[in-house]
């Protein structure tokens, strides 16, 4: 994804959708400072922005574009920093020890080494003889 798969023009459904989780988000979140965490000033506060901004936003959601592309613009770098976090860890936590076990077991998966009789990498395929797998394609 680049910055350009960033809607800027989103549709109703989907800005009358991110008032919705908006609205569902920040009154769970009340609910949680409010009563779980017994901080009632954070819990009316967050209250408030829900009923404000989710409100109004399931009625006219055409005023909640500027939240939402201010609110993808944010999260567009956070995930890229986060997908990129990912490979870094997949690559050097997975797929590059199982090459160092293989390579010290001696494996060559992708058969690199040439055998010193043949002259290129070419290793010639054994044509087969039972007619009938032309019909059993998977």
């Known amino acids: 994804m680049t910055w350009a ?11 009358r959708q991110f008032a919705g989780i908006w609205l569902l988000f920040f009154l769970a979140l ?13 819990g009316l506060g967050l209250a408030v922005l829900a009923v404000v901004v989710g409100g109004p ?6 005023i909640l574009r500027p939240i939402y592309v201010g609110w993808m613009m944010l999260a567009f770098p ?3 920093i986060v997908s990129q976090i990912m490979l870094l860890v997949m690559f050097y936590g997975i797929i590059t ?13 992708l058969c690199r ?5 043949r002259s290129s990498f070419w290793m010639p395929k054994e044509t087969p ?10």
């Open 78 to 80: 956070i995930g890229w």
């Open 5 to 15: 798969d960033i809607q800027r023009n989103p549709s109703i459904k989907t800005l």
């Open 57 to 62: 936003g399931l009625l006219f959601p055409k």
């Open 129 to 138: 003889t039972d007619l009938r797998r032309y019909f059993r394609q998977y």
């Open 113 to 117: 080494k040439r055998a010193p009789d």
């Open 30 to 42: 009340a609910a949680y400072h409010g009563w779980y965490r017994n901080k009632p000033g954070w």
């Open 97 to 109: 020890p199982t090459a160092f076990v293989l390579r010290l077991k001696g494996r060559d998966p």
